[in-house]
């Protein structure tokens, strides 16, 4: 068990290297870089005043040596300009070269400062990272049991009606992408003129204009019922069809196994056959599934949070991206890689944990 | 001239798409008729799922077919006063000749909103099947090996497919599809990688099949050689004389990334499947025969995966239409008046509060297209597995 660990992580880790070198040369590339030089210092730069900015900001050296600084592994760039200034990576807020960390990375803490927030990039992405985490709790609260229930209630009894009306149901849930059932349900419940909330105006029954507000941004302050309730069921529904899915077949597939059968045929009640002995293993696969799904909630995740106006990480990553914001959208990515990293470990430990059959030699 | 009501303008809209209609009626009659002789197409005949998943899924190839037969106006036409126009609002100023009404409305830009979704299934539907069809080129091409030879080259491709995996789709996407590297020419080296999966699939198929008879080996191989490097130096370089093939980069970039995310996908569905069918007797009895290995690979064991992958790819259309709607949604990589689903969504949601129709009508044609083709999966995966 311990060196099947180990050796996930060594793979993990060097994944992890592998991605983040992609990302780093990815948005090192000299367009971008070009880009960053005119924002930062003038828009109307010559081609050579572009290049000597970005030699003089530590810009001007190979692809590699620049990761190695950013990581924190090689040393931090220092550079004498021609005036007799000294400038460096590390060398920020009054640190002279002596009294400078020859390292200052990934690995010191150091994430660089983000263009477009003006701010260090760890305050802004824990900033963002809080908000998020209140939104993938409720939807975790919300997609797994839902998910789950419907599952099992369906793989109980293969083919039977229930199961028809609720595998429709998941498979309509997965066509139904994040971007196209938050537009659904801001016309249907949160829109003034369209919908169901005139309906209930009219009628008395909601005192505001609307059932459910269309923005989130309030909820940054304080989340209600009523300001969280869309944004949640967006990203939950497109989540709940899948792994009821995988709930359902994992549930047929033990349903029909000879212990299930001995279990009916000594007389124990259906509904403690499903309870006791059913249950347990049906969920299993579903526990992977779920780990795995992390990576397309991170989608869900960029989507509604643009969709309805949430500052939370993947509002952050399209602000990044779409301002050409270098430092911050490569920390958004070593966020992104590693939570699918550890949720992909997570997920295999787990299963073999779980699975009692499997034995790791 | 009035605002037609809501039955009116869906009887007109209906009207509008009769050369649909004719077409499903005309394609549900015959495969009815003949549905004993077309093997599992026919037999998809016999599930209610699978008619309706295939009815949703002709009616928009059909809509994509005859767009311009349609759409009652030029889809990025702006008429004076149609801004924002409610459904079935006749024009402030009819034109001779034109039609008389918006028939789902304006959008905040005063086009017609109708038109738009018409022309915009067609914009999906050249994308969507043909990425999905190169991935499953790339996905097959690149699995069989690993999962028949294992080993090293099983080890590091996996590795590879895990990489492209672990990445958040729409990081990739916003690393990817930019205007910056379109300017590196990236696209281009990608799209000079992932095109030539095809050419050597096929032309690896027909030497493996015809190796004993040359004359016909040489005359197979030198079609595809041929025909895919013409192709390929078309698509991929922009560089074919006739100008038959060619993409723009914007659009050559929107494809590659779309392809390179859904092969390793396809990738580990093939190498599992392989897997799975290497350990049996027939496979056994073509290597005793002394059959090289591609010829068991390609001739023996990926017809019998059909099944699963044909599964899979109807699956992966769907998906394939969600990522583009994803790019069009975030204005990635599509010109800014494309009428593409994903980008009308994102045009309209700036008033979705108010106005709600704009955004609405694409949102529904995506949500359906997508379910189309996964009823249509689901049917086929019930009906394959009643071999």
């Known amino acids: 068990m311990l060196s099947f660990v180990l050796r996930r992580i060594g793979v993990m880790i060097l994944t992890a290297l592998v991605l983040t070198f992609l990302v780093f040369s990815l948005t090192n590339l000299p367009p971008n870089l070009e880009k960053l030089a005119k924002s930062e210092a003038s828009a109307r730069m010559t081609d050579d005043q572009v290049d000597s900015w970005l030699a003089g900001n530590g810009f001007g050296r190979p692809m590699l040596i620049r990761y190695g600084e950013w990581l924190g592994v090689a040393p931090g760039w220092v550079i004498t300009a021609e005036d007799g200034t000294t400038r460096g990576r590390c060398l920020t807020q009054g640190l002279t070269v002596e009294t400078a960390p020859r390292f200052c990375g990934l690995l010191q803490g150091n994430w660089g400062w983000s263009t477009v927030f003006k701010q260090p990039v760890d305050q802004v992405l824990g900033r963002s990272l809080g908000h998020t985490s209140w939104l993938m709790l409720w939807v975790m609260i919300v997609m797994v049991p839902t998910a789950l229930i419907l599952g099992v209630l369906s793989g109980m009894r293969e083919g039977s009606r229930t199961d028809r009306v609720l595998s429709t149901f998941a498979i309509a849930s997965t066509a139904t992408p994040e971007y196209v059932s938050g537009v659904i349900f801001i016309a249907l419940f949160a829109s003034a003129t369209a919908g169901i909330s005139p309906l209930l105006a009219e009628m008395g029954w909601i005192s505001g204009k609307t059932l459910f507000q269309g923005t989130a941004t309030s909820a940054m302050d304080k989340i209600t019922f009523w300001n969280f309730a869309l944004p949640v069921l967006t990203i939950a529904l497109y989540g709940i069809g899948y792994i009821a899915r995988m709930t359902r077949a994992s549930m047929t597939e033990v349903m029909t196994q000879q212990y299930i059968r001995t279990a009916r045929l000594k007389g124990v009640s259906f509904r403690n056959v499903v309870m006791k002995h059913a249950l347990r293993n049906a969920l299993i696969a579903p526990f992977t599934v779920i780990m795995l799904q992390f990576p397309w909630l991170l989608n869900g995740v960029v989507i509604v949070e643009t969709l309805f106006n949430y500052k939370g990480f993947g509002w952050t990553l399209v602000q990044a991206a779409g301002n050409n914001d270098i430092q911050l959208l490569l920390a958004c990515s070593v966020v992104a890689v590693f939570v699918v990293l550890v949720t992909q470990l997570i997920s295999d430990i787990g299963y073999v944990f779980l699975n009692p059959r499997i034995r790791l030699s | ?387």
């Open chain 2, 1 to 387: 001239m009035d605002p037609l009501s809501w039955p009116a303008l869906l009887g007109h809209a209906a009207w509008r798409l009769l050369p649909v209609w004719i077409a499903l009626a005309a394609t549900f009659a015959l495969s009815i008729g003949f549905k004993r002789r077309l093997g599992l197409y026919g037999r998809l005949f016999e599930s209610n799922v699978g008619m309706i998943g295939l009815g949703i899924v002709l009616f928009w190839v059909f809509t994509a077919i005859f767009a311009t037969q349609i759409i009652t106006f030029d889809p990025l036409a702006q008429l004076s006063g149609m801004k924002n126009a409610l459904p079935g609002s006749p024009l402030k100023t009819p034109v001779e000749g034109a039609y008389s009404h918006y028939l789902f409305g304006g959008d905040s830009l005063a086009r017609d909103v109708f038109s738009r979704m018409v022309m915009g299934a067609r914009e999906v539907l050249k994308i969507a099947p043909a990425a999905t069809l190169f991935a499953f080129m790339v996905g097959v091409t690149l699995g069989l090996p690993a999962g028949y030879f294992g080993g090293k080259l099983d080890t590091s491709l996996s590795f590879l497919a895990n990489l492209v995996l672990a990445f958040p789709v729409i990081l990739l996407f916003y690393l990817l599809v930019t205007p910056e590297i379109v300017q590196t020419g990236l696209p281009m080296y990608f799209a000079a990688v992932l095109f030539l999966f095809p050419i050597l699939f096929f032309a690896i198929l027909f030497n493996a099949r015809y190796k004993t008879d040359p004359p016909r080996r040489n005359l197979y191989v030198g079609l595809t050689l041929a025909l895919g490097l013409w192709a390929y130096a078309g698509l991929a370089f922009n560089a074919d004389p006739t100008g038959i093939f060619a993409m723009s980069p914007n659009l050559l970039n929107v494809f590659v990334s779309v392809v390179f995310v859904n092969s390793p996908g396809v990738f580990r569905i093939v190498r599992g499947l392989v897997m799975d069918i290497k350990a049996r007797d027939y496979v056994a009895a073509g290597q005793t025969r002394g059959e090289s290995p591609w010829y068991i690979m390609l001739w023996e064991i990926l017809p019998n995966a059909r099944g699963p992958l044909i599964v899979d790819f109807c699956l992966r259309i769907g998906y394939t239409t969600i990522l583009l709607g994803t790019l069009g949604f975030f204005g990635l990589g599509v010109s800014p008046e494309s009428p593409d689903w994903g980008s009308t969504i994102d045009d309209g949601r700036k008033l979705l509060a108010i106005f709600p129709h704009p955004a609405l009508v694409p949102a529904i044609a995506l949500m359906s297209l997508v379910l189309g083709l996964n009823l249509l999966a689901d049917g086929l995966r019930e009906e394959s597995l009643k071999d």
